[in-house]
Structures are given as structure tokens and as C-alpha cells.
């Protein structure tokens, strides 16, 4: 036993691409990464980073080229460790003329429940999951966001350690990322560990203990978000009350966007907030938001890599 909850080791992939000729195409390259039992670590990266292979492999959908992963201490596909995993695939595909709460009664079912209690469970984790009324109709008639949210409910029908979640908050509208958001939480609130990957930053924000970047099949990062460099671009405020001349006499860019009275102005990092605050309040603006523009998680990878390059020359 290794004693971590997920252990990844030079785990590589590479898939073959092309009919007539296949070469190989590196998705994941040498990725080593040990996650703790209760961590709820975020699995950042651009498209096309190599999140979803890296999951796969985990459930072992496809196999590594080379390396190895390790799931509660027994190699990523052993059968007893499978019955403590929970998952949500990228795209869930489920028989759609079931209900959900069919769905998720023959999931149970699967896991060995017996029927009144894959019920009792069905009724928590729906609730659970924010599909309290629809839990009657079928599949087929639901949004892709609802269908996201019976994914994780699935996900957690054996009442996993370990949940591996692939882009849980895609298809999701703000209401049900934030909901997605604090449902994670709350598991990981109760010991599991949790294995989440996004493409978007702040997913991983004021939610995971620790993330790991990943980008062009390669890891980039790991650490607490607040402890990595992500550099502050500028700031994007959004303000009423006031007009362009008022604007401009603050030294505000004026070619900006206004709707409904609103102005949205893009602050550069050299004109940081906090001295400004206090004047557009003394002028009598109201501020409506105050947003950081952080670079992109690409950006990020992209500096670390030139900045290798620069102390490797
Ligand atoms: N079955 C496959 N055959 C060939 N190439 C593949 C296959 N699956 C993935 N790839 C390639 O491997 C790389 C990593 O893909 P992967 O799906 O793991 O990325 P991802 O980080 O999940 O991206 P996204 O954010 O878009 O979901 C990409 O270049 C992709 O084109
Ligand atoms: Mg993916």
C-alpha cells in the first residue's frame, strides 16, 4: 500500500492516429502525480491537455504506453478497488427512455442495494444533485445541464471514496455551476477524495485543497492555486452613476462598452483598484463589480515553458 488515495507514475499515452499509416500521437507524457486520501484536487487544463486520457486511464478505458496508475493503493482497473471509485465520463451517455429515477434505482441496483434501499438513495442523491421534480421524466426530455447533474448523481450511487469527475460544471449555466461547486465541496467535506478536471480557472477556486496543470500532455504545475503565479492581467470594473466626461476626467478609458447606464472599463495592471475606489465613491459612482483578468491557464503554461527555456539557455 502506498497510502495515497490516486498515484500517477511517468504515466504516458500515446494514441495512434491515421487509417492507412497510424503514428503515434503523444496525449499524456510521463505525468507523475500523487493525490492524498480527502484531497479535492482540480485537474487544470487547456483543451486538448490530455485531462480527459488521463482519466480514461484511470478507469481504464485505454491503456498507458508506458507507466503506471494506482488507484487506494491497487492498480487503476483492479476489480474490488472499482467498487469504491465512483465517475462521470465527459460526455455521460445514458438509456434515455429511463427516468432518473430509474436510472439511478438500476445503478443501485448494479452496486448489489437492494431495491428499497437503490430507491432510498436514488431520492437522496437526486435531491442531492438539484433534481428534485424532474426525477419522474425521462431521460431524453432533459437539458444538457440537468443530464450533467444526473451524471454526478450516478457518479456517486455506491457511495465512493474516490470520485473522478470529468469537467463536472461543463453544460452547466452559473446557478448550476455554483451549485456543482458546492456540492463537491460538500463531499469532500465528508473524507472522499476527490479527482475533478476543467478547463476553467476559477472552478478550481475557494474549492480545491490543491490542483495540478496539465498542458500539451504534460504537468505544468501542482500546488495551491493561491501559491501559483498566475499573473493579473488588469482588473475589468464595472461602475453606473456617472458619464463619459466624468470618466475621463479620472483618467478612465472612455472607449468603453455602456449599456443600461452601465460602464465596463478595463483597468491595466498599472492603475491598480484600491487607490481608485475611494475617488469613484467621493465622485458619487456606484460600483457595480470589480474582476480580476488573470491569464488564461494556456498563458500560463505557455511563460512557464519560455521561462524553462530562458534558464535551461
Ligand atoms: N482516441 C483518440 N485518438 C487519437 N487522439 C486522441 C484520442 N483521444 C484524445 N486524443 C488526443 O489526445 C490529446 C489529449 O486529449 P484529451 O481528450 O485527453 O484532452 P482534454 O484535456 O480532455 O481536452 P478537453 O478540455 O477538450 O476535454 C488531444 O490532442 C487529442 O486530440
Ligand atoms: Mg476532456
Known sequence: ?????????????????????????????????????????????????????????????????????????????????????????????????????????????????????????????????????????????????????????????????????????????????????????SLGEEGRTIFFSSHILSDAEALCSRVAIVAQGRLAATGRLADLAFETKGWELVVTGTDDGALEALGLDTATTQVDGRYVIDLPVDRPPDQLLPELSRRGLRVVSLTPRRESLEDFFMRLVAHREETAS
Open 1 to 185: 500500500m502506498s497510502g495515497y488515495a490516486i498515484r500517477l507514475q511517468e504515466l504516458t499515452k500515446d494514441y495512434a492516429v491515421g487509417f492507412w499509416r497510424p503514428s503515434p500521437v503523444r496525449a499524456l507524457d510521463g505525468v507523475s502525480l500523487d493525490v492524498q486520501p480527502g484531497e479535492v484536487l482540480g485537474y487544470l487544463g487547456p483543451n486538448g491537455a490530455g485531462k480527459t486520457t488521463t482519466l480514461k486511464l484511470l478507469m481504464q478505458l485505454v491503456y498507458p504506453t508506458s507507466g503506471r496508475a494506482e488507484i487506494l493503493g491497487r492498480p487503476a482497473g483492479d476489480v474490488e478497488t472499482r467498487r469504491r471509485l465512483g465517475y462521470l465520463p465527459e460526455l455521460p451517455y445514458f438509456y434515455d427512455n429511463l427516468t432518473a429515477e430509474e436510472l439511478l434505482v438500476y445503478f443501485g441496483g448494479l452496486f448489489g442495494f437492494s431495491s428499497a434501499d437503490a430507491r432510498r438513495r436514488a431520492s437522496t442523491l437526486l435531491d442531492r444533485a438539484g433534481l428534485g421534480a424532474e426525477r419522474r421524466r425521462q431521460l431524453r426530455k432533459y437539458s444538457k445541464g440537468m443530464l450533467q447533474r444526473v451524471g454526478i448523481a450516478q457518479a456517486l450511487v455506491n457511495d465512493p471514496e474516490v470520485v473522478f469527475l470529468d469537467e463536472p460544471m461543463s453544460g452547466l449555466d452559473p446557478v448550476g455551476r455554483r451549485d456543482t461547486r458546492e456540492l463537491i465541496r
